[in-house]
């Protein structure tokens, strides 16, 4: 079954981009999605019987990949607990992406190949999920990063995208650059990649030095720490995370995907799988909680003042991937997968009903466009209403009763202060993600009120913006989705509900993001605890942290929550009791707001230090090195002296007989000069 389940992808992919133009749109869509379907069914079917089951898993071996002297490498598919979860997320999320976007791309006329793409997306994901080795694990992780950028670029006629696509690759390949590092010395430490023989020789390399740099330094702490620099990457962390905002440029399905269920929580996914390496590098493990407190905070405070509804959303994936990691860094691997489990649900609902508001607003993405739209598209806005409460943590301190982001969440943040009483980087972690708590409510609530409340656009246009009443930098980084679609008149006709086939997969996920935390918080964290498991994550030391959570003092429960209900009601203030007060408040403070408008100035910072020297670089070796000495010595040096001798042998052929004659006379004269002068010797 699980060969089926990681190859129906595949062979979906094969079927709509090979054959897609021949068999047609629909045929293509129907096939994918089907396929989709089929492996989403039986990736349940494994859940219950591996995870809720009495099943231990299996490891089947497809072939050997290669044998190279102590390197062996096969080709295995590893089913076990942490397994099963990634694969119910993978494909059920995708499979209902493929559904939705039978409805949002029916007008593109290039949907074979989206759809190709997308299937070739979800099966370089449910390879990396299923490795058991850490070569196959890079096999899934570059595949990913290849279908990220395939799909990121989509519509390539337009510059931002094709911008945007290369940016996600290029920055994927720093952290990829250190995964790979890390995966070396692993290899070098243990003479394996497999992670059964690397788990068993991981405790008897502790304290091991290598030497690096000149200095002799922990290997197994800096084995930990490249791995995760690949995490940084692909999770996009703080650093590293430039990319992930404007993948928004993609078609707002391929954000959902990316955003929720596959490519960003890779880095969660390794580093949970690996967790025996992270459990005896507790440097690393630091560094790792630190990253993710860090940016949880920083992606929060960015998402405050964007405008565009599809970036807005993306901060909050950023922000809420630190919260998987703070959970990890401090032990509780089973905290922060449990999240990465209830993140699905709740933030591909939020984009998906992102690309429903979209949808009715005719490809407008710009919030300061929007408003009154929650009579409109009823059915839209109680479903981002939903994913809201579930993002934010909605639920009752101390009890059973909240939305599923309210069992994950708040179980990182009681983890953390947990963990506080033993190091100085998890207590960074509890006030990152309590203040982050706020900021999430904060902003949340802002993308409601701002896109379904107040005025309706065409009255609310001529009230002016939310700050300073223009903001071209915000908007010329702002790319549409209309690229591939007829407009109708952008914004000429009424809001209109989304077709039936939109809102299905809606409804589908509203249920996960109500109900995921209240049923499966007793086995990804509670009394059910090992039973679910079956030691598929390594715990050791910090077992005790899923109990100490439980003995914490009571205000620690009720933090977040404060947190949650004051964001709320200061966006409620802003928003609705007070309109113009966003506006009065960026007046007041225009550094404060242009910092944040402009993510920190990373991208620009970036660009001055790696992006405009690398161009310059480039152009010193391209017209000084390769230009002007390679082939100004070479090849192009030897034609053009070839042609100076050509244009001075030119002039001499005039098309006069008297300078031929006396040419021959000059010749003649020389001729008779020679012998005359030799016979004289």
Not at 118 to 125: K, N, Q
Not at 161 to 190: E, M, P, S, Y
Not at 191 to 204: D, I, K, R, W, Y
Not at 445 to 461: C, D, I, N, Q, S
């Amino acid at each position: 079954m699980i060969q089926a389940i990681v190859f129906l992808p595949l062979l979906g992919f094969l079927i709509a981009g090979v054959f897609g133009r021949k068999i047609g749109p629909r045929p293509s869509e129907l096939v994918t999605t089907g396929l989709l379907f089929a492996s989403a069914a039986m990736s349940w079917i494994t859940f219950f019987d591996v995870a809720l089951g009495h099943s231990q898993g299996v490891t089947p071996v497809l072939a050997n990949w290669m044998t190279v002297g102590a390197l062996k490498v096969d080709w295995a598919l590893r089913v076990d607990t942490l397994t099963a979860v990634m694969l119910v997320v993978v494909t059920s999320v995708s499979s209902l992406v493929h559904l939705y976007s039978i409805g949002y791309m029916h007008e593109d006329p290039s949907r074979p190949r989206f759809f190709a793409y997308l299937s070739l997306f979800t099966f370089a994901m449910l390879m990396l999920v299923t490795a058991d080795n850490l070569v196959q694990m890079f096999f899934g992780w570059e595949g990913v990063g290849l279908a990220s950028y395939l799909l990121i670029g989509f519509w390539y006629e337009k510059p931002s995208a094709c911008a945007a696509a290369i940016k996600a690759f290029v920055v994927n390949r720093v952290g990829d650059f250190g995964f790979a590092l890390g995966i070396f010395l692993i290899f070098q430490l243990t003479q394996s990649l497999s992670f059964n023989e690397v788990f068993a020789a991981v405790p008897g390399l502790a304290d091991k030095p290598v030497h690096v740099f000149g200095m002799d330094v922990d290997a197994l702490e800096i084995a930990a720490f490249l791995l995760f620099i690949g995490a940084m990457g692909k999770s996009a962390q703080f650093f590293l995370h430039t990319w992930l905002p404007d993948a928004m440029e993609g078609p707002t399905p391929v954000s959902a995907l990316i955003h929720a269920a596959t490519m960003v929580t890779a880095g969660v996914f390794m580093v949970a799988r690996l967790s025996p390496i992270f459990e005896h590098a507790p440097q690393a493990a630091a560094f790792v909680t630190v990253i993710g407190a860090v940016t949880a905070f920083f992606a929060a405070t960015v998402g405050l003042v964007q405008n565009d509804i599809k970036r807005v959303i993306a901060y909050s994936t950023c922000s809420q991937l630190g919260y998987m990691f703070v959970a990890e860094g401090v032990g509780a691997y089973s905290i922060g997968v449990f999240h990465l489990f209830t993140h699905a649900f709740f933030k591909a609902l939020l984009f998906l009903c992102a690309g429903s508001v979209i949808h009715a607003m005719h490809h407008e993405q710009d919030m300061r466009h929007m408003g009154g739209l929650w009579n409109k598209i009823p059915f839209t806005f109680t479903m981002m209403t939903i994913g809201t409460l579930a993002i934010i943590g909605f639920g009752v301190p101390h009890t059973s009763i909240g939305f599923a982001g309210f069992f994950s969440k708040d179980a990182i943040i009681e983890a953390a202060f947990a963990a506080s009483q033993h190091g100085s980087a998890a207590m960074i972690g509890f006030v990152s993600t309590v203040v982050a708590a706020g900021l999430t409510s904060f902003y949340s609530w802002r993308l409601v009120f701002m896109t379904f409340f107040g005025k309706p656009a065409g009255e609310a246009e001529a009230h002016g913006h939310d700050a300073h009443g223009h903001d071209d930098h915000a908007h010329a980084a702002h790319g549409h989705d209309d690229h591939a679609h007829d407009d109708h008149g952008h914004g000429h006709h009424a809001p209109h509900e989304s077709p039936v086939v939109m809102l299905a997969p809606l409804a589908v996920l509203a249920l996960g993001a109500v109900a995921a935390g209240y049923v499966f918080d007793p086995y990804f964290v509670g009394h059910d605890y090992d039973e679910f498991w079956k030691g598929a994550l390594f715990t050791g030391e910090h077992n005790h942290i899923l109990h100490a959570r439980h003995e914490i003092p009571d205000w620690v429960g009720f933090a977040p929550f404060v947190m949650t209900a004051l964001g709320f009601l200061v966006a409620f203030y802003v928003y609705i009791l007070k309109p113009g007060t966003a506006q009065k408040l960026g007046a007041a403070f225009p550094r404060l707001y242009q910092f944040l408008l402009n993510k920190w100035y990373f991208d620009e910072l970036y660009d001055a230090i790696f992006v405009k020297p690398a161009f310059a670089i480039g152009r010193l070796f391209w017209k000084g090195g390769d230009g002007a000495i390679i082939d100004g010595l070479g090849p192009d040096g030897v034609a053009a002296r070839v042609a100076d001798g050509a244009k001075i042998a030119v002039r001499l052929q005039t098309g006069y007989i008297y300078n031929y004659a006396f040419a021959m006379l000059i010749g003649v004269a020389a001729i008779i000069t020679y012998y005359v002068a030799g016979g004289l010797r």
